[in-house]
């Protein structure tokens, strides 16, 4: 039950949480960017230079969607403070018997604090002697008393099963986290500065994202009646597409894969053809030349690219293109996972689906 807070006129709990986004990333955000020297202040984290400078790896856990943002994670806090760092499904990490090493840190990811698999790996972390912080929305949860600390994300409630502020505001937790680890190791001030300027910009480029909704709505009426869809990415475009088509999955019932982009000439290029449509996130990136390339080899056979990125390609290269503003390469995750949301919204809305209460799941799931 959502109590007092209501749908505030949207058609569902999920489009209003969509069009917050450039406020709740603002309160995460909120007193913690330092504009003098270029840090972040996390003073949750309950930790002491000495020790925010001792780790050697981050390992990062959490479910579903929380995972694939502590994919995005990863990846801000090897760019930013080059610390060795990658995510793990907390569902599979507890059951692995992992090795709980003193010179790690580890980071637990979850919008409601309550989910059984990852509140059992920050237990059994912590039985081990491991050090646990939390990236959390929900204020007194149960993963967030059981951490020795962590960043709240302040998001507000969350409504609609499929996640999606808590998303973006988990990214913006880990750049704030990047930035404080790297700026006690080896980020240089001007590096700092670039990414609290960037981090600044997010909120107006997600409301010019947000402007582009009935375009997306059209697009996503276009694409939604194949029964199938692939998502690809490249390094920061690859949870991205993860992200994407877990989306597009929860709420439309479409089925989509997501593959690194990379990964196509491996296996799944055997699916593409007229009725499977490809989703290419192409941030404008070192990689751009080699998203290009897959977006010809796709073409090729045939294959309908729905491209996300930040120019306009050759138009041989892509049947539809959404074009989304630029920010610094480590940022760009955040802002292109919003049009892949609006994506996912309007093809459940085009199916018909219950958009906020999707068949077979639950908001928060608290059992084994
Ligand atoms: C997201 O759209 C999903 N409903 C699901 O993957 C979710 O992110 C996952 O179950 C983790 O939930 P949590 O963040 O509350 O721990």
């Known amino acids: 039950d959502a109590g007092h807070y209501d749908t505030g006129g949207y058609e569902h709990y999920l489009l209003k949480e969509i069009s917050e986004q450039p406020e709740t990333i603002t309160r995460t955000m909120s007193g913690r960017l330092d504009e003098r020297f270029h840090v972040a202040h996390l003073g949750g984290l309950n930790m002491d230079a000495r020790e925010t400078r001792s780790f050697r790896r981050v390992k990062i856990i959490g479910c579903g969607s929380a995972y694939y943002s502590g994919q995005i994670g990863a990846q801000l806090i090897e760019e930013l403070a080059r610390i060795p760092a990658d995510a793990e499904p907390a569902s599979e990490f507890r059951y692995r018997n992992p090795v709980v090493d003193p010179d790690t840190l580890y980071v637990a990811i979850s919008q409601s604090g309550e989910t059984y698999d990852t509140l059992a790996a920050v237990q059994e972390l912590k039985r081990k002697g491991g050090r646990v912080i939390g990236i959390v929305n929900a204020v007194g949860s149960a993963i967030a008393r059981e951490v020795d600390g962590g960043i709240y994300l302040h998001a507000g409630p969350e409504v609609s099963v499929a996640s999606t502020k808590a998303f973006t505001s988990t990214a913006v937790a880990f750049a704030l986290l990047a930035l404080h680890l790297g700026r006690v190791r080896d980020l240089s001030p001007a590096d700092g500065r670039r990414i609290v300027d960037g981090l600044r910009r997010l909120p107006g480029q997600i409301a010019d994202i947000l402007t582009q909704g009935d375009k997306i709505a059209e697009l996503a009426r276009k694409y939604a009646g194949h029964p199938s869809m692939m998502f690809v990415g490249r390094v920061r475009g690859y949870p991205v597409a993860r992200e994407g088509a877990q989306k597009l999955k929860e709420i439309s019932y479409v089925h989509a894969e997501a593959y690194p982009a990379s990964e196509l000439k491996h296996g799944p290029l055997a699916l593409i053809g007229p009725e499977m449509p490809t989703v290419a996130i192409v941030p404008d990136d070192e990689l751009l030349d080699k998203n290009l390339t897959t977006l010809g080899e796709i073409r090729t056979r045939g294959g309908q690219v729905l491209m996300v990125g930040h120019r ?3 138009a041989k290269l892509a049947d539809d293109v959404i074009v989304i503003p630029k920010n610094e390469v480590e940022l ?7 049009p892949l949301q609006l994506l996912a919204y309007h093809a459940a809305v085009a199916l018909d689906r219950d958009v906020d ?9 608290t059992v084994e």
């Open 332 to 338: 760009d995750p955040i802002l292109l996972t919003i």
């Open 357 to 365: 209460k999707p068949r077979n799941l639950a908001k928060s799931v």
């Open 312 to 314: 306009e390609p050759d």
